[in-house]
């Protein structure tokens, strides 16, 4: 038999394991249930693949995804690996002959969705096929626990009755633990060993922004992507639209997605992505589960997410060709707000209370003035020692000034209001502005008004919500969100209590980060001539691709141009050394490669 190392380098052709990897194939080799826990782009396939190619006999791998599977079965074929899939998308002709396939045992891996797999006569069939492992992918699905419930995994509990004898493989890349901890018992597995992977993702730059001026300053950070893929989560399905058309008219490729749409549409749209036909998508959380898509180098949430697991699988969807990709997420009281109102319907109050505290997880981590990445990684029970370098509080950390005078215009303004008063009206009152609401209640009839006329709305809102992170003022979602005073107000009024606010030039620098960025250009080239090779290759990539009519990353990753553009290849064996070339890969495609390579050599 191959090593794992062996199949990893023939196959793949990645010449070292990750983190986790190696240690997880051998204990499913010894025919162990296993639960696997990693980030997106951990690289938990892997952990599956390599033991189907090791052993004997099919692998089944389960998943909720229609794209995902087509994804990932492509990948394997262009790997020279025997695999296909079977679910409701296929024509009669298409399954007939994959189960045509099976029953020649030329297969190794089989991609099912759960319907198909308790569809009628399948069961009785798998027995016929030599199964030697079952992996089921996004895991979590089979807890009613999780946000992604779905109710066709409940059966999934049945596949160890069914096959008592073959190991199970969970994958999920969930963090939330009440999920984690039911997944091995929902599948009857015996003695799960869980396997933790570290979620860190340090490629991956973290920033936050004011939700105000949405618009204006997300187009700056899109000045700095000209072309490059992306994706833009909201909050409504409307937004997703208006964005969409706001972006397009600017000259952008780009599509809204969201649960409204057709589900062909939705296909397309999702084909269209991962193409490179459309580079940006502005889409509600309906898009993305099963995005294998490498080359995404920016994530903006328009709208805060209701907890950390949704927020960090949605950006962990950016950079997972290793190479640094941004992520934005825009914050504001509105959008606590909003999910508030939605725990608000949860009518279980123990489902209740977990999400509220969630929510305030995920207001953590936007509020935070300490390293970001410390706050992600410690909500995954990780804690690193060092700040991560790589985040707008580490680039640009936060300035203080005595804010004493400010903080107490803003209380008084609310005592003076009877504590029956938002932030947005709070504003208002402090700037003297007429506003509806103001003329409404005769709040410009009180003695704060205008009282902090010199500064603009950007920054009162800067500072209000600072007074709300330091409970100097408490908001209140049961009496309308209206603000009310705290013990601690009640210090800075009377007893000359001290406020030390961040300063709006912290916030107006890590809008302008100015991150060197060179367009299509991965970091790593640092050299004139290999930027011009990588050019050239990745042009003849996506000729074939054309050709070939598969997208361009299942031909070579982004990352496999990078490090051939620095190698230049001119012989197999060197071809072979290629990031991500396998030997089936290098047959395939090494010749009009290396004579690109060849062309380029001597032209210069
Ligand atoms: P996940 O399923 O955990 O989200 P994938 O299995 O899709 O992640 O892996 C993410 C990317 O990392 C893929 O492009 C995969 O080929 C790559 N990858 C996985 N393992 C390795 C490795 N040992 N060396 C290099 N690249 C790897
Ligand atoms: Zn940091």
Redesign the pocket.
Known sequence: MKTPLKL?IEY?G?D???PM?EEIIYHILSGNDTIVL?????????CYQIPALAKNGLSLVISPLIALMKDQVQALNANGISAAFLNSSLSWNDETEVLHELAKGSLKLLYVSPEKLFSEGFVGNLKKWNLSLIAIDEAHCISSWGHHFRPEYKSLGRLKDLFPKVPLIA?T?TADKAVRSEIGSLLKMKAPKMFLGSFDRPNLSLNVLPGQKKWEQMLKMLERYPGQNGIIYFNSRKATEDIANKLQSIGRKVSAYHAGLESVERDRIQEDFIQGKISIICATVAFGMGI?K?DIRFVIHYNMPANIEGFYQEIGRAG??GLPAETLLFYSYRDVMTQMHFIEQIDNPDYKKIQISKLDRMKEYAESQVCRRKILMTYFSEFPEEDCGNCDVCQNPPEYFDGTTFAQMAISAVVRAKEKIGPGTLNDVLRGVYSPQVKERGLDQIKTFGAGRQLNKFIWTLYIQQLIQLGLLEMDYKDAYSLKITPLSKEVLFENGQVKLVTADTIKQRQEKKVEIKKQIPKTLDREEDEALFIELKALRNEIAEKVRKPAYVIF?NQSLVDMAMIKPTSMDEFLTV??VGEFKASKYGEPFMNRVQEFLQSQ
């Not at 990693?38 to 892997?46: D, I």
């Open positions: 990893l793949f990645y070292a394991f990750r990897q990693m980030p997106t782009g951990g690289g938990k396939s892997l994958l890349a294998d490498s997972r060709d990753s990031h991500g």
